[in-house]
């Protein structure tokens, strides 16, 4: 608003402000930035009248823009400050809540650098009678054993071997004969753990006297199996808690990977020793088997074989029963003895209709024998046939883990199919997904374009996840790609429950989360946004109730 003389306008030349001060020229300029009030700037000229022309006022206005942008930075600035402080003070007390963990905790706990000892807790000072902490922490990790083990090896040599192993698989536990620094040898239960600290990798120890047990183990034999029982259980109890918490600081993704590795390995295992227990016992009956039979029935049984080994066997339970009632009231019409046990195998080999061509062999007196040689030896390429389905099966796993935990650090782009990204995620997640996704791939053909595959894989990762944690693991995950003016579009898209609308707007931003505290750092689509604008790409969100879509942009060019 301006006033070019305020002691003639009728507005406010009673005003008793201006009576009294007698301003000639007067200007009220809003202070704004994106339509968002921000303050109000006045100025008045007691002078002279028409003050502020539309020049100056101009000049003003610009002014007040810039003013306006640097009272929100300050503002921004301040509530960042905030927000900065709020997390290291949360940082701090979670610090200073574990280190009360650690030097309360009864179990001796030790960390470990290069093979010398850098840290420890009070328990480890008392379990090893030493005065102090820096009395413990100057001795080698050699002073602190015999020289031999019980069993008969050299400790330097065992402490190595113990070591590497818990490099390789992340974790190790074992029993180890420790020696006190006043020369007492007792047992501890030994958990060494893997842990990330300042770039490197160190040991994280955990001793737990178990002298009690052995000497229990050693004066109580008689009860060595129900004392075995329990322990296994206490074990696996807190094997379970260990890989709890690896596997929750690790995410879901590596918890799922674990169980499509462990499956077909017990598939693996399985079949491979009935292929062992039934080669074995096969290769021993053959010879005499053949001997028995005449030229006809030895190509009988070669046919009865051959027509096992082309059938498909996935029957349900209801449908077998049904077969083997039928086959057996067949056999019994046509005077089979063991008609039951007979017709048991015959279904179980997959042979179940036109059965005239082996009537030879099962009217022989020793048919049943016969009959269960055949099942061995059919069972033998249904064995291998599962061996190779779960070996394929926990290789596609591997690959996926492996090309997913692989970083290039050239720092180039490189020419990388989407579709071999995503499906590389939807194969880690395989375990979460088969519990109640339905996964709807709509992929058009879109030729390999220039990126970080490594950090695409961190978005899609994301992605996927929040879409599977939006729909509580029940729903359907669609994902589309196509090509749309000069860019690759992926969509992925869940059924959850939506994005409310007053915070679709904030999704984005470093540190907001809807979830509980401890379950969410808020920096997960914040990252993602980075990622997909190092590539020069955008990305948005599309949201209703029951469906919630993030369209991700990348140019096809990869410049």
């Given at each position: 608003m301006v006033i070019d003389d305020a002691t003639t306008e009728a507005t406010f030349a009673a005003d008793s402000y201006i009576i009294q001060h007698q301003p000639k020229s007067i200007l009220c300029l809003p202070i704004q930035h994106q339509g968002k009030a921000i303050g109000i700037l006045y100025l008045e000229n007691n002078l002279t009248t028409n003050a502020f022309t539309p020049d100056?006022?101009?000049?003003?206005?610009?002014?007040?823009?810039?003013?306006?942008?640097?009272?929100?930075?300050?503002?921004?600035?301040?509530?960042?400050?905030?927000?900065?402080?709020?997390?290291?003070?949360?940082?701090?007390?979670?610090e200073a809540r574990f280190r009360q963990l650690y030097e309360q905790s009864g179990d001796a706990i030790l960390l470990l650098d290069g093979g010398a000892f850098i840290d420890c807790n009070s328990a480890t000072v008392k379990m090893m009678r030493c005065t102090d902490k820096q009395e413990l922490l100057s001795l080698h990790?050699?002073?602190?054993?015999?020289?031999?083990?019980?069993?008969?090896?050299?400790?330097?040599?065992?402490?190595?071997?113990?070591?590497?192993?818990?490099?390789?698989?992340?974790?190790?536990?074992?029993?180890?004969?420790?020696?006190?620094?006043?020369?007492?040898?007792?047992?501890?239960?030994?958990?060494?753990?893997?842990?990330?600290?300042?770039?490197?990798?160190?040991?994280?120890?955990?001793?737990?006297?178990?002298?009690?047990?052995?000497?229990?183990?050693?004066?109580?034999?008689?009860?060595?199996?129900?004392?075995?029982?329990?322990?296994?259980?206490?074990?696996?109890?807190?094997?379970?808690?260990?890989?709890?918490?690896?596997?929750?600081?690790l995410g879901q993704l590596v918890a799922g990977v674990a169980h499509e590795v462990n499956t077909p390995l017990g598939a693996i295992r399985s079949s491979a020793g009935n292929v062992s227990k039934f080669l074995n016992q096969t290769l021993e009956q053959l010879p005499a088997l053949f001997q028995s039979l005449s030229p006809e029935e030895a190509q009988n049984f070669l046919n009865l074989l051959q027509r096992s080994l082309q059938q498909e066997t996935n029957l349900s339970t209801k449908e077998e029963r049904k077969l083997k009632r039928a086959l057996r009231s067949q056999l019994e019409e046509l005077g089979i003895a063991d008609a039951d046990i007979a017709a048991d195998?015959?279904?179980?080999?997959?042979?179940?209709?036109?059965?005239?061509?082996?009537?030879p062999l099962l009217q022989k007196p020793d048919s049943l024998h016969v009959l269960e040689i055949a099942y061995k030896l059919s069972e033998l390429k249904r064995g291998l046939a599962t061996i190779n389905t779960a070996t394929d099966?926990?290789?596609k796993v591997v690959f996926a883990l492996k090309t997913y935990a692989h970083y290039e650090q050239s720092g180039e782009k490189t020419a990388a199919l989407i579709t071999e990204g995503i499906e590389t995620i939807l194969t880690l997640y395989q375990n979460q997904l088969k519990q109640g996704v339905e996964v709807v791939r709509n992929y058009a053909e879109i030729p390999p374009i220039l990126c970080y595959p490594d950090e695409l894989n961190q978005v899609w990762t994301n992605l996927v996840h929040n879409a599977l944690q939006a729909m509580?693991?029940?729903?359907?995950?669609?994902?589309?790609?196509?090509?749309?003016?000069?860019?690759?579009?992926?969509?992925?898209?869940?059924s959850g429950k939506g994005i409310p609308e007053e915070i679709k707007s904030k999704i984005f931003d470093p540190f907001f989360t809807t979830k509980p505290a401890g379950e969410g750092s808020g920096l997960g689509l914040d990252i993602v946004k980075k990622i997909v604008e190092k590539h020069q790409g955008t990305i948005e969100v599309e949201s209703i109730p029951g469906q919630t879509t993030f369209n991700v942009f990348l140019p096809m060019s990869g410049e």
């Open positions: 100056r006022l101009a000049v003003l206005k610009v002014l007040a823009s810039q003013a306006a942008i640097s009272i929100e930075n300050a503002q921004l600035y301040a509530n960042l400050e905030a927000k900065v402080a709020e997390r290291t003070q949360e940082l701090q007390q979670s990790p050699a002073q602190l054993s015999p020289e031999i083990q019980p069993d008969g090896r050299e400790s330097f040599e065992k402490s190595q071997e113990m070591t590497a192993t818990a490099f390789l698989r992340g974790s190790h536990r074992f029993e180890w004969m420790h020696r006190r620094t006043d020369g007492e040898d007792f047992w501890v239960e030994v958990l060494l753990t893997l842990i990330p600290v300042d770039g490197k990798e160190i040991l994280h120890t955990v001793w737990r006297e178990i002298g009690d047990r052995k000497q229990a183990e050693s004066a109580l034999h008689s009860k060595n199996q129900e004392l075995s029982d329990t322990l296994q259980q206490l074990e696996a109890t807190q094997e379970e808690l260990i890989q709890s918490e690896k596997m929750a600081a195998r015959l279904v179980m080999m997959g042979v179940y209709s036109e059965i005239d061509s082996f009537l099966r926990a290789s509580d693991y029940r729903g359907t995950l669609t994902i589309d790609l196509a090509q749309q003016d000069g860019q690759a579009k992926i969509s992925v898209t869940d």
